[in-house]
C-alpha cells in the first residue's frame, strides 16, 4: 500500500478498550483543556485543578487512580466530549515522528492499532496528521 493512500483509518480504530487511558505517564491538559472540563462538569476551572490534576514540568496532568487509569475512566471516557487534545490524538503523537517504533511499542499495547505496517509509511502519515492540526493552545 502506498505510504501517501494511508489515512488515519488504515492505521489505528478504536475498540474502546480503555488501555490508552492507564498509564504511560498520564495525560497533559493545556489551560483550553482545563476550561472545556470544567464547563462540561459544570465546575470552577481551579476547582477542576486543584481535585484532578497535578503539576509536572510546569504542566498540568490528569491525575490517575491507584489502579493506573485517569481518574475520568468508568468503562468509558466519563468527559468524551471534551476529553484532552493529548487524548483525541492517540495514537498520532510526536513520539512517533521522533521515533517511528514507537508506533510498535504503542501497537503492542493497543489492540486497535495495526503494527503489520511500514514504520516509514506509519511516520509520514503521522506528520501528516499533525501538520494538518491547529496548534495546540497552551
Known amino acids: 500500500m502506498p505510504s501517501h493512500s494511508l489515512a488515519a483509518e488504515d492505521l489505528f480504530r478504536c475498540t474502546l478498550c480503555g488501555d490508552c487511558c492507564r498509564g504511560f505517564g498520564g495525560t497533559y491538559v493545556s489551560r483550553e483543556d482545563v476550561r472545556s472540563i470544567a464547563a462540561f462538569l459544570a465546575t470552577d476551572p481551579s476547582d ?45 503523537i510526536e513520539s512517533v515522528v521522533t521515533d517511528a517504533f514507537n508506533w510498535k511499542i504503542m501497537a503492542s499495547l493497543c489492540p486497535g492499532m495495526r503494527a503489520d505496517v511500514p514504520l516509514d ?10 501538520a494538518s492540526e491547529a496548534p495546540e493552545p497552551t
Not at 64 to 89: E, L, N, S
Not at 121 to 130: A, D, G, K, P
Request: glycine share 6%; net charge positive; with cysteine.
Open 121 to 130: 509509511s506509519v511516520r509520514e502519515c503521522v506528520q501528516r496528521i499533525l
Open 48 to 92: 477542576l485543578i486543584d481535585r484532578c490534576c497535578h503539576r509536572s514540568g510546569g504542566r498540568y496532568l490528569l491525575a490517575q487512580r491507584a489502579d493506573g487509569y485517569c481518574i475520568f475512566w468508568d468503562k468509558t471516557c466519563t468527559i468524551h466530549p471534551v476529553k484532552p487534545r493529548m487524548c483525541r490524538r492517540w495514537p498520532f
